[in-house]
């Protein structure tokens, strides 16, 4: 992970309203996807176009009460869940990947039904390719080309990050909707950006920036259990939480860390302070969305979510 000074590329908060797909300027209309299955049962999403980085809001509507069903996401077994108290709907969020190959995949459930045979009912999403700016930076050269002891340092980093989210708490635990991490912020920006370092090419920027200055409380975007609280070689003092169901929020480049893993934290409880640690030139706070694996944009949750 890498930020550069995000004040140089400030982008509108209007750019991330359900109306807008991550890296475009233009608004689009979402044409939204109601698929009867039988039995009573419809699949819903909230869109049949999604771009690479964004997030798809799933329902499963019943005239009944729901069947016990499973669910895939491109082959994938993700969660479902209800909301409330109503037993006739189950949801899901499909996170589609900032680097997920143009192309069509399928938003699958299966249950047995009322004679006990197995029923299948699925619907198409086309994933289109983000348009998304590249840019070119100078760094220092431990950031690109770093010594072996940096290097393992590293590939570490990125070993216990793969295992948090590997693991998939079957709960909600969050209550209400999700948050900006700071408050009132006047922009956030940057995801998605392709980015080539003292000319070569690296991952594109996987989080939101959001300039501040060093010291400004960072809150929890909802509640859950803090799962990482510590110094990582790219990102600096970095905070992840878990919120179940396999959706992590991730706050990093912090001055202060003001919990340890383990914690469980409300939403909008202070959990840092922005800071400028790890990969950075200027102080900022980068705020990072997984969802099953898939790294979207987290403005989208403020926004798509159920």
Not at 5 to 14: D, K, Q
Not at 81 to 96: D, F, I, Q, R
Not at 183 to 198: D, Q, V
Request: hydrophobic share 40%.
């Amino acid at each position: 992970m890498w930020c550069h000074n995000p004040r140089a590329f400030l982008v509108p908060l209007l750019w991330v309203l359900p109306l807008l797909t991550p890296g475009s300027s233009q608004a689009q209309a979402p044409v939204p996807v109601r698929k009867p299955c039988g039995e009573g049962i419809t699949l819903k999403l909230n869109a049949a176009i999604a771009t690479q980085g964004s997030l798809l809001v799933a329902e499963v509507a019943s005239t009944n009460i729901v069947p016990a069903i499973t669910a895939e996401w491109d082959g994938r077994a993700i969660p479902v869940w209800s909301e409330g108290k109503n037993p006739t709907s189950l949801h899901a969020l499909l996170g589609v990947d900032l680097e997920k190959a143009p192309g069509r995949y399928e938003w699958k459930i299966s249950w047995e039904g009322a004679d006990g045979k197995a029923n299948t009912c699925s619907a198409q999403v086309t994933v289109h390719a983000g348009k998304f700016p590249t840019e070119r930076l100078k760094v220092e050269k431990q950031f690109v080309q770093p010594d072996p002891e940096q290097q393992k340092r590293a590939e570490e980093d990125q070993k216990k990050m793969r295992a948090i989210y590997d693991t998939v708490t079957p709960e909600a635990l969050w209550t209400g909707k999700f948050r900006l991490p700071l408050k009132e912020p006047a922009t956030g920006g940057n995801f998605g950006r392709r980015r080539i370092l003292n000319g070569e090419a690296r991952s594109p920027h996987a989080g939101v920036d959001f300039p501040a200055p060093s010291g400004t409380p960072v809150f929890a975007s909802q509640s859950g259990k803090v799962v990482l609280a510590e110094e990582l070689y790219y990102s600096g003092n970095t905070i992840v939480i878990n919120h179940g169901y396999g959706i992590y929020t991730l706050y990093a480049h912090l001055s202060e860390i003001g919990v340890h893993a383990g914690d469980a934290v409300e939403a909008s409880s202070e959990i840092g302070k922005v800071g400028a640690t790890g990969r950075v030139t200027g102080p900022h706070l980068h705020w990072g969305l997984t969802v099953e694996h898939a790294r979207v944009n987290a403005m989208d949750i403020v926004h798509r979510q159920p």
